[in-house]
């Protein structure tokens, strides 16, 4: 029950000739253990998303491919390790939801409106088992139950009929239906309300403690990321800037994106000072801070030098911390 | 009424009515605001905070008079709020800032036409596309965007920039009093940091007063100096934001202020 992946790239180009391509995914390391919550954090456009998606190999074929790498899984349910990127697309269908699942970003626009949502959790259901109509009912009204739906009475329910965190609760149960044994949260509580969001938070802590799977938990809040995971990797145009165990990366961070990302969001600590003029991180990324022979985050940063125009490689450091550190900085020698 | 008063709301209420089915006859009705009274000062940040669905849209269309209200008054530094009476101008002295800088600009206009436009209107400038496109330059200049921007549109532009044209365009014509609908929340965190060291920066510079509509208690504890929290359409507590996160009183603010996420925030806290 847990994912490994290796040197994985993914190529987007900006059109179908293969011109103009940029590394959206760069020579990516990444692990999950069984019963591990790992948050990737980053600004929009630095690729964790297409990570997510590129994990269950639903990238868009026509300007993007994987170039290399491999992406492991291991499961209860399979003998072997799996290798996504060796699938054929048969085997890939029947991996999707099973092995892997996925809860994407919005659920307003990612639930069928048309459908009810009692179908459209039995429709995933019935795809992959051998089941009759009757049991793929009991086993989604159940899913529902335990996501604290009324699964009898909301199983024939439109989606416009539920609220967001409701909606964001359905797309949970139709994510966890199959027993998965690994789940991507695309940027789950981004859409809904402080109180919701923190529901939803709980339940996908509930899920990892009852079936002990592994989590990938994208989002761009650090907050978030801090109440629910036990490591964050920081993404920044698709390099790991710094990834670490989430305590330590946030009281102790090391690289520069990571140090201006923290201070530009106004905490709520007993110290802190209101009405400061905040830090900001000049400009926005662009598709140049893709480009390689420099640092990704070099036009941005408040450190830069020389020295940092040259490719700059994760090196690991055991600082202060309990669990060894990465940082892709030149500037940072040890802390 | 205190000098210092520049809009007071007094027991205001919008009701929605609405139909089960096609026959029914009962009236049903949605209190979307009900009953809320308060005043807002000059030269201070009002933050109104709730959930989705509390009534913070509605209140912040009552002000500006996009929908009728059911009962109740608003006075304008004194003065009853009436965006019929022309000799008075109100329309001029309120702004709001819209949440979603991608869907509150016109796609088709150039920017110099969008920020322009108010001051057009409302009889500040002349319509001349000279005349336009200098004003909308010197606007342009004062929220951190450079001149040639003018001729550009909308999709042409970063989110971040986006919303500058669209405070350039509330600051047009100089209002008194601006209603800044969740800012920041369609923006990441980088550039929400920006916009926020602006809009800070332009209250003072300007002596506005802002009315702060937001649901991130963050922002609320780094910008507002009072707090107003809604819940069901009735507001549950006003307090000065420091005591508001000291000390909140209302078991709702407890709440939540308990489930706002922080860096400190771990997953025993959940």
New interface residues.
């Given amino acids: 029950m847990s994912i490994e992946i290796n040197n994985l790239t993914v190529e987007l180009c900006a059109d179908k000739h293969n011109a103009n391509c940029i590394n959206v995914a760069d020579s990516l390391f990444l692990t999950v253990d069984e019963g591990e919550v790992v948050s990737i954090v980053g ?2 456009g630095s690729g964790k998303s297409f990570l997510g998606l590129s994990i269950l190999r639903l990238n868009p074929l026509r300007i993007s491919k994987i170039t290399s790498g491999e992406i492991k899984i291991k499961c209860k349910s399979q003998k072997t390790e799996i290798d996504i990127l060796k699938l054929n697309p048969d085997e890939l269908i029947g991996a999707r939801g099973r092995l892997v699942s996925m809860i994407f970003q919005d659920p307003n626009t990612s639930l069928n409106p048309v459908m009810k949502i009692g179908e459209q959790i039995t429709e995933a259901i019935i795809a992959h088992k051998k089941v009759s109509k009757k049991e793929a009912k009991d086993t989604a009204v159940s899913y529902l139950n335990s996501m604290n739906i009324d699964g009898k009475s909301r199983f024939g329910s439109y989606p416009y009929e539920l609220s ?1 965190g409701m909606r964001q609760r359905v797309m949970i149960a139709m994510a966890m239906v199959l027993e998965p044994c690994f789940l991507i949260a695309d940027e789950p509580t981004t859409a809904l ?6 529901q939803v ?2 339940l996908i ?1 509930d899920i990892r403690e009852k079936s002990n799977i592994g989590v990938i938990f994208i989002t ?5 990321a ?3 995971s036990d490591r964050t990797y920081v993404f920044y145009a698709g390099q790991v800037m710094e990834s670490g165990n989430t ?1 330590d990366l ?1 009281n102790n961070p090391a690289h520069p994106y990571t140090i ?3 201070k ?6 007993a110290d ?1 000072v ?2 400061q ?5 000049p400009g ?1 990324l662009t598709k140049d801070d893709f480009s390689k022979g420099k640092c990704r985050f070099y036009s941005r940063c408040f450190k830069r030098g020389e020295e940092c125009l040259k490719d700059i490689p994760l090196s690991s450091f055991t600082g202060g911390g309990k669990s060894g550190r990465d940082v892709r900085c030149v500037k940072v020698k040890n802390f | 009424m205190g000098e210092n008063i520049i809009l007071s709301v007094s027991d205001i209420s919008k009701h929605y009515k609405y139909y089960k089915t096609l026959f029914d006859i009962r009236k049903n009705v949605i209190k979307a605001v009900d009953g809320v009274s308060f005043d807002v000062l000059k030269n201070e940040i009002f933050a109104v905070v709730g959930e989705t669905g509390c009534g913070k849209s509605t209140l912040s269309k009552l002000i500006l008079g996009l929908t009728e209200k059911t009962s109740g008054e608003i006075y304008f530094k004194g003065e009853p709020l009436d965006y019929n009476n022309k000799k008075k101008d109100f329309r001029k002295k309120i702004q709001i800032l819209f949440q979603d800088p991608y869907s509150s600009l016109n796609p088709k206009k150039k920017i110099y036409k969008i920020i322009s436009y108010p001051a057009v209107k409302n009889g500040i400038i002349k319509n001349k596309k000279r005349d336009r496109i200098d004003f909308a330059a010197e606007r342009l200049k004062n929220v951190g965007l450079s001149e040639s921007t003018v001729s550009n549109y909308p999709h042409m532009l970063s989110g971040g920039q986006r919303q500058r044209v669209g405070i350039a365009r509330c600051l047009s014509v100089q209002p008194e009093l601006l209603i800044l609908d969740e800012p920041v929340s369609a923006l990441d965190v980088s550039i929400s940091a920006q916009i926020l060291n602006l809009l800070a920066d332009l209250q003072k510079r300007n002596g506005m007063s802002y009315i702060f509509i937001t649901h991130d208690l963050k922002l609320v504890r780094h910008l507002a100096d009072r707090v107003c929290v809604m819940y069901g359409g009735k507001i549950m507590e006003i307090a000065k934001t420091e005591d508001f996160f000291n000390a909140p009183v209302h078991p709702y603010s407890k709440t939540l202020i308990k489930s706002m996420t922080s860096m400190s925030f771990t997953r025993q806290n959940l």
């Fill in positions: 600004e929009s967001g309300d402080v109180t919701t969001s923190l938070l709980k802590e761009h809040d650090l907050t978030v801090r109440s629910i305590g946030i201006s990302l923290i530009s969001v106004p905490s709520l600590s802190y209101p009405k003029k905040l830090f900001t991180i926005f």
